[in-house]
């Protein structure tokens, strides 16, 4: 003490509050993140890993699975990883049988993936194009949570332990309100609103709950549109209340307390957060 030196036992002890601030919240959970080697996506399911939970990884390209694989292992995090287009019935299958070979169980179901392939006002939009975004955000969102439903039934909580088992669909406040030139994929993510609302009503009784994030502008590839130029991100920020767009990690935060025993008594919810945009009364 005398010459200056922290003891080693206050070092540790340090060490330990500030990296185990939310250690072990999800201790014993197996989850699966959709789209999750990027973005939104990668955000929650490196938070998941973080908050102790087993993690299974996946996006279309087995490059950028490889690739977010390393980036955890970066971090100390060890997930396992697959290829899985959401809108493909054979790589959904495999995402869950890998999943249960490896863990022998699941717990949470994120769906996270969407598409956009045009801009343009809602019924501007082509049929094809209408098809595309309803395919990969609605429907895939649809079967993957009942794929994962007789594995989540299946993994039900202990009377202890009630209603630890939950699906999150990752919506968007332009589910709430439109966005200008984002007319279909908007009612997309009202679609999810939905979904998830119908499906908390069936699955409470059986202890799965089913819940929304509505993201605002969060900086990801996905949203560059709405930031790259300046003019683009000057109009984007004058409609944020905070003055700037939100973070993946945010977003992730959200998911981990809505998978978490603290939402125990949350279903059919849907939490936005977007800045201070506001979404409802
Ligand atoms: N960013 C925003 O401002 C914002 C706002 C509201 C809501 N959201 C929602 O948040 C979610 C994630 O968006 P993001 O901004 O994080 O996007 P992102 O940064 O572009 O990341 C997209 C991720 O999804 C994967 N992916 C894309 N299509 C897929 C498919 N069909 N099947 C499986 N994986 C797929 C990509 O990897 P591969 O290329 O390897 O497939 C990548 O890992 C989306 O549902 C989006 O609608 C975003």
């Known amino acids: 003490m005398l010459s200056g030196k922290v003891p080693l036992s206050v070092n540790l002890c340090r060490k330990i509050s500030t990296s ?31 908050d102790g939970a087993k993690v299974v990884i996946s996006s279309r390209k087995e490059a950028n699975v490889q690739k977010a694989l390393n980036e955890l292992k970066k971090h100390n995090l060890n997930a396992h990883g697959i290829k899985c287009h959401v809108g493909n019935k054979e790589d959904r299958q495999k995402l869950f049988d890998e999943t249960i070979k490896q863990y022998g169980k699941l717990n949470i179901l994120v769906s996270n993936a969407a598409t956009n392939p045009a801009v343009g006002g809602v019924l501007d939009c ?84 089913v819940n929304c994030l509505a993201p605002g502008i ?42 978490s025993k603290d939402a125990g008594y949350i279903s059919g919810e849907s939490i936005v957060a977007s800045g201070g945009m506001t979404a409802r009364i």
């Open 218 to 259: 969060i900086k990801t590839n996905f949203s560059k549109a709405l930031y790259e130029s300046e003019s683009a991100n000057e109009a984007a920020l004058s409609k944020i209340p905070m003055n700037r767009l939100g973070t993946p990690d945010e977003m992730a935060g959200v998911v981990s307390f809505l998978v």
């Open 126 to 209: 082509d049929e094809s194009v209408w098809d595309k975004i309803f395919d990969t955000n609605v429907k895939a969102s649809f079967m993957l949570a009942k794929e994962a439903l007789p594995f989540l039934r299946k993994s039900n909580s202990t009377p202890e332990d009630k209603h630890s088992n939950s699906i999150v669909f990752v919506s968007s406040i332009a589910g709430y309100d439109a966005f200008e030139l984002l007319g279909a994929y908007s009612v997309s993510k009202t679609a999810l609103i939905g979904l998830s609302r119908a499906a908390a009503k069936d699955l409470a009784p059986e202890g799965i709950r």
């Open 20 to 50: 185990s601030r939310n250690m072990g919240k999800l201790d014993g959970k197996v989850a699966v993140v959709t789209a999750s080697t990027d973005g939104i996506g990668f955000a929650i399911a490196k938070r998941l890993l973080e």
